[in-house]
């Protein structure tokens, strides 16, 4: 691991770094101005620049934010990013995540970088609920959450734009008593 970036969380592939305005650079910038990647983001769908890019930044790494960098162990590889907007008094935090490498796309990243999160808002941060939207036509990531525990509570009706069509935003939430019965059932069967 970068000693620059001592890992907040790790994983068996990922580990996590706090968000730091160096990890802001060419390579960012192109992920945010790929279509590709971009496409099924619920916002940033536009091509960016390094200004603005940084501007993002530097707002996301201050609290409510939880603003990480993830990168792939094997390489010390910045891949993606992730973020835990945290609602303190309703103790809730709203998930966002992009792997912009997509080298690295079905590989289990965003299974594995999730579920490093969960453990963070439930653990670390006494959350009481973790939600997020996602495009309904992003079925990858909603079994990838669905693997991790989040369960569709709803949607938005043709809410997204994308590919020339409307297309719903899915509602995905999970509650810390469901994180943790999952956690128990997951240990349990390990013995």
Same mark, same amino acid.
């Given at each position: 691991?970068?000693?620059?970036? =001592?890992? #907040?969380?790790?994983?068996? $592939? ?22 590709? +990647? ?8 536009? =091509? ?10 530097? &707002? ?5 934010? &939880? ?8 390489? @010390? ?5 992730? %973020? ?13 995540? +992009? ?7 079905? %590989? ?9 999160? *969960?453990?963070?808002?439930?653990? /670390?941060?006494? *959350?009481? /609920? ?12 909603? %079994?990838? #959450?669905? $693997? ?14 994308? @590919?020339?069509? #409307?297309? @719903? ?7 810390? $008593?469901? #994180?943790?019965?999952? $956690?128990?059932? @997951? ?5």
């Amino acid at each position: 691991m970068p000693t620059a970036h =001592p890992a #907040y969380a790790t994983g068996v $592939k990922t580990y996590l770094t706090k968000m730091v305005l160096e990890l802001v650079s060419e390579r960012y910038v192109r992920w945010m101005s790929d279509p590709g +990647v971009t496409r099924t983001l619920v916002a940033g769908r536009y =091509p960016e620049d390094m200004e603005s890019i940084r501007r993002f930044v530097q &707002v996301h790494m201050a609290p409510p934010h &939880v603003f990480l960098a993830i990168f792939w162990q094997e390489t @010390d590889e910045h891949i993606g990013n992730v %973020k835990l907007t945290v609602d303190a008094l309703n103790r809730r935090g709203e998930f966002s995540i +992009v792997i912009g490498e997509k080298d690295f796309w079905g %590989k289990g990243v965003s299974t594995e970088v999730t579920a490093l999160m *969960l453990e963070i808002a439930f653990c /670390r941060l006494n *959350l009481h /609920r973790v939600f997020l939207g996602v495009n309904s036509g992003n079925v990858a990531a909603i %079994k990838s #959450y669905q $693997k991790v525990g989040f369960v569709e509570e709803g949607r938005a009706r043709q809410e997204m734009f994308v @590919d020339g069509k #409307y297309e @719903d935003r899915v509602i995905m939430g999970i509650l810390a $008593k469901e #994180y943790f019965a999952q $956690k128990n059932a @997951d240990n349990v069967s390990r013995i």
